[in-house]
């Protein structure tokens, strides 16, 4: 089983709901861990009997809401260990660093740091890389209307300090009503649709999803995605 972390405070449910569908379609089992504060999933996410910690099973995906570290989800799962959970994947959503020490992210996990370039995404993303033991890589999800220089520059000048190592490439994703209004519109009717979402959106979800198995092709993927509407 391999971990992906998702990191910062920027709201990231969604995103990594759309990357797990894509890993699915390519016959990946996948298990998405919401582990912020927030607990988004517990609420877009159906589930017929909720508790305060769960499993459950969305679109393909598993689900897992209200755990605090990978080792409550084995136990609940009744698995001794990790590698007994029969995931490929496990997308962990993270805003805390107590979640970065507690699902074991570290240097061989795939790891992102997302957020959009308000000072209180920025800032308060940040926060959860505060107390690193060692050096993190991460790869920027960037969330913005304009690609801007200066935003990235504003990024790293705030995280000087930190034990972050930036990866060479960064990927953005637009920040369009258009896109925000078609995640509404699937959250109602409880789907993970790609057909309503802005081209640049999906080839943003593209290049995550073939970053994370390299296997597959980002023109694949695209396949993937159109027979899947």
Do not use: C
């Not at 709901?17 to 894509?22: D, G, R, W």
């Not at 305060?52 to 570290?69: K, N, Q, R």
């Not at 913005?144 to 190592?165: C, F, R």
């Amino acid at each position: 089983m391999e971990k992906v972390a998702f990191i910062g405070s920027f709201d990231k449910t969604d995103l990594i709901m759309y990357v797990a569908k894509m890993l699915t379609l390519a016959k990946k089992k996948v298990l998405v861990a919401d582990t912020t504060i927030v607990q988004k999933a517990r609420y877009v996410v159906p589930n017929i009997n909720p508790e305060m910690f769960y499993v459950t099973e969305f679109e393909g995906i598993d689900v897992a809401v209200g755990f605090f570290s990978l080792e409550d989800i084995q136990d609940y799962l009744a698995k001794n260990d990790e590698h007994e959970m029969e995931y490929d994947y496990i997308l962990v959503d993270i805003d805390t660093n107590r979640a970065i020490e507690n699902f074991g992210i570290n240097s061989t996990t795939k790891n992102y740091f997302v957020t959009s370039f308000d000072v209180y995404s920025l800032k308060r993303g940040l926060e959860a890389l505060a107390n690193l033991r060692e050096p993190l890589p991460l790869t920027k999800v960037l969330f913005s209307k304009e690609i801007l220089k200066s935003e990235n520059d504003y990024l790293d000048y705030l995280a000087l300090g930190y034990k972050v190592i930036w990866n060479d490439y960064k990927l953005y994703f637009p920040l369009e009503h258009g896109d925000q209004s078609a995640i509404i519109t699937n959250q109602r009717v409880s789907k993970i649709k790609f057909g309503n979402l802005t081209s640049q959106y999906r080839d943003s979800l593209t290049f995550i999803a073939e970053d994370i198995q390299k296997q597959i092709s980002s023109s694949k993927f695209k396949k993937m995605m159109k027979n899947e509407e």
